[in-house]
């Protein structure tokens, strides 16, 4: 075997948390980093989902970095094209493109505690860090249906972020399973061109107004030209939906009025009585992600769309039957059925000091981390859209950009007192995680709904349960006290100091 390419920090992805760890680490000045990505291009889940009509449910100001402010969107909403463009035109500006290797799979990610080092395999080299961040995204593993019969299906079969774009629906009969975030996206842009198309529902979603509009070219000149103006924009974005944090999580009454805007619309754009209690959600807003439409209601109203209820018993070679005996004829099936989030299986390959892996730890004891980000048994292990950092209702990359702080400071930290590695205190994880599981109990995320939030035990191990200021707060600055640690000179030795 080739020796090991040695790198200091190696970062996983080169999605908005990789890049955004690449160009934060280069601009601090550690420079001996590489990137790996097993895609050909930038962009993570907006260079995968690229399905017809998606967009971005946060504002465009607030979805962006904050060190990149981008004054030419287009919209209040950004479709998926602007970002992937705005992803890559961060991505060569701040001059990161050089250090990303594509089309390169990591397939194992080992912590060597002799050493203090971590050696990462992939497709095609093997490298040896001394830092590895994860990058790899919360929402990147598409969830196939685990449907009877769905691999004998005669016609072409894909996921919505997998979207096969060689198949044309023009004229055909198509189905799509789930009503979700990107169903809804999916939903109206294709029913148009369709013969006809049926949507398998089994939880109707709360859908409220979209608030989208265009931004006019003298505002767009506005943001460039009048300093401040983009900063206060952003915040007023943040604000407002910083808001649902209350409803959210502390008094459930605060949504009452979310709530009666979403009824009211369902009203006014569903005129027939029969298909309205069909859509009329039955769990507590906000408990799955708000979803924000103003076609889909008018859509599911058309003459070529039906919307299934009955639960799918099974897919033939020719369409879906569903528990009523029915079988409903397809052409195509579209499944927009989420992602494996708390069981993702790229934590299948990540090994730790004591050579288990990230998902049998999350498996057995439940995903947690320590501030989202490190892990106990996984030292200089930083984990970006980690566990407990997950949001429906404000931007993922205010996250990030929290969860880069705490990298970036210990970074510095490391590198100021001339540590080999950083290691979550067991004790203090534990604790951290006790006080989290206490207050989800009255969040609305555990009020009975299904979502990705939960694992399969019921917990929500991947929602942030607070305002995203606290998160933003705790991740400041790096807490060295809670971290066993081993000097760069004695890290061979395996000799610990701190404890
Ligand atoms: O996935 P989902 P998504 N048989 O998990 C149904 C982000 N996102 O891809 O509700 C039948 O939300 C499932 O039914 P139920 C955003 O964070 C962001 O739509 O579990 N149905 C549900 O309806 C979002 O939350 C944007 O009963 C089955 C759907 O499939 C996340 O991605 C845009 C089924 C899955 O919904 C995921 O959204 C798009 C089965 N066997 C997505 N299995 C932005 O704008 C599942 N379902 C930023």
Known sequence: MDHPKIVDVLVVGAGFSGLGAAIRLTQEGFNDLVVLERGSDVGGTWRDNSYPGAACDVPSHLYSFSFAPNPDWSRAFSPQGEIYDYIRRVTHDAGVREKIRFGVDVTAVEFEEDRGRWTVRTSEDVYDARVVVLGVGALCEPKRPDIDGIDDFDGPVFHTARWDHSVTLADKRVAVIGTGASAIQVVPSIAPQVSHLDVYQRTAPWVLPRMDRKYPEIERAAYRRIPGLQRAMRALQYASREFQVVGLTRT????????????????????????????????????????????????????????????????????????????????????????????????????????????????????????????????????????????????????????????????????????????????????????????????????????????????????????????????????????????????????????
């Open 252 to 499: 459930r009454a605060a949504l009452a009025p979310i709530k009666a805007l979403g009824r009211a619309h369902l009203a006014m754009q569903v005129r027939d009585r029969r298909l309205r209690e069909k859509l009329t959600p039955t769990f507590e807003i906000g408990c799955k992600r708000i979803l924000l439409s103003n076609t889909w209601y008018p859509t599911l109203a058309r003459e070529n769309v039906d919307v299934i209820t009955e639960p799918i018993s099974r897919v033939t070679k020719d369409g879906i039957v569903t528990s009523d005996g029915v079988e409903h004829p397809s052409d195509v099936l579209v499944v927009a059925t989420g992602f494996h989030v708390t069981d993702s299986p790229f934590f299948d390959r990540v090994r730790g000091a004591d050579g288990r892996t990230l998902a049998d730890r999350w498996e057995d004891e439940g995903m947690e981390a320590y501030k989202g980000t490190t892990v106990a048994g996984y030292p200089n292990l930083f984990v970006l859209v980690g566990p407990a950092t997950g949001l429906g209702h404000s931007s993922m990359i205010y996250m990030i950009e929290s969860q880069l702080n705490y990298l970036l400071d210990a970074m510095r930290t490391m590198r100021d007192r001339e540590l080999q590695t950083v290691e979550i205190r067991r004790a203090v994880q534990d604790a951290y995680n006790r006080e989290l599981r206490d207050g989800i109990g009255d969040t609305v995320w555990v009020s009975g709904c299904r979502s990705w939030y939960l694992d399969a035990k019921g917990n929500a191990p991947a929602v942030w349960p607070d305002f995203t200021f606290a998160f933003r707060r705790e991740t400041r600055e790096f807490d060295l006290s809670a971290y066993t640690r081993t000097p760069a000179a004695t890290a061979r030795a395996g000799q610990e100091v701190g404890r």
